[in-house]
């Protein structure tokens, strides 16, 4: 019992560690200063007035979010077709193959980052809404990936067989038997992609240019740059993101597993 308690306090211990320094950017985005003092000592809107009114943050933004959204498409294509052949290949080769799609999670990320930027750099790619949304889709798709198997994995193989049986082919197959039943693992491997993308700064500073900045670069060169406050509320409205996105991710992997036949 009072293992049990002590492990508790020293988890509430670490939650508070490691969220404590992201709620510190809540009050500060209210500081009536332009400065990262804290506690604040007085309170003001103006800093999220100012994201609101500056077409500078306001294109960030919009770029992120762009690419967000093409990156998760493009990711989520891409990682469905690579765990439904992964589900068909031999346990072995597809403990390698996984483990290979798995790199992106293991290899530093300035390492791709350099990799990338040479690849780049020799196609023209720098700058681009195509070159950012292929760099962000090769550290979103193991997410993905990871997901629609983990859903693939728990659906009964037999659903697929009775409908063939029936007389439908393989595309029918999957778009009314096989889809529905990985749509929450689908859907939150497109949300981590979209989160994972919309927060990537290391990637998008290496293959950024002045005509294309996503949002967490411009918050990057802000605070190496000067002690604007709008950083602070912008980095809490990104925070707001993320967390909403995290959660409804999180919520649609509780249901990805599909009904299996009685054996």
Request: charged share 10%; net charge positive; hydrophobic share 55%.
């Amino acid at each position: 019992m009072k293992l049990k308690i002590g492990l508790s306090v020293f988890a509430v211990i670490v939650v508070i560690w490691l969220v404590a320094p992201t709620l510190v950017i809540i009050p500060i985005s209210f500081t009536d200063q332009a400065s990262f003092n804290f506690p604040p000592k007085g309170w003001s809107t103006r800093w999220y007035e100012n994201f609101f009114t500056d077409t500078g943050w306001l294109k960030a933004f919009w770029a992120s979010a762009r690419v967000a959204v093409l990156t998760a498409i493009v990711a989520t294509i891409a990682g469905v077709c690579a765990a439904l052949a992964l589900v068909k290949m031999r346990p072995r080769w597809a403990s390698w193959l996984q483990q290979y799609f798995m790199l992106p999670l293991l290899v530093p990320g300035i390492v791709i980052a350099i990799g990338l930027y040479a690849i780049f750099l020799s196609t023209g790619l720098l700058g681009t809404l195509l070159g950012f949304v292929l760099a962000h889709t090769v550290v979103s798709l193991p997410l993905v990936l990871t997901n629609v198997l983990a859903s693939l994995r728990g659906v009964d193989t037999r659903l697929g067989d009775a409908a063939a049986t029936l007389g439908a082919n393989r595309w029918d197959t999957f778009r009314l038997v096989t889809l529905p039943l990985i749509a929450p693992g689908v859907l939150s491997g497109a949300l981590l992609a979209f989160v994972t993308s919309f927060d990537e700064v290391i990637l998008s500073l290496f293959i950024q240019t002045p005509y294309l900045q996503t949002l967490p670069v411009k918050i990057f060169r802000s605070v190496t740059k000067d002690t604007d406050p709008t950083v602070a509320a912008v980095s809490v409205m990104v925070m707001l993101v993320s967390v909403t996105v995290m959660l409804i991710a999180q919520f649609s992997g509780r249901r990805s597993r599909g009904p299996v036949l009685p054996r």
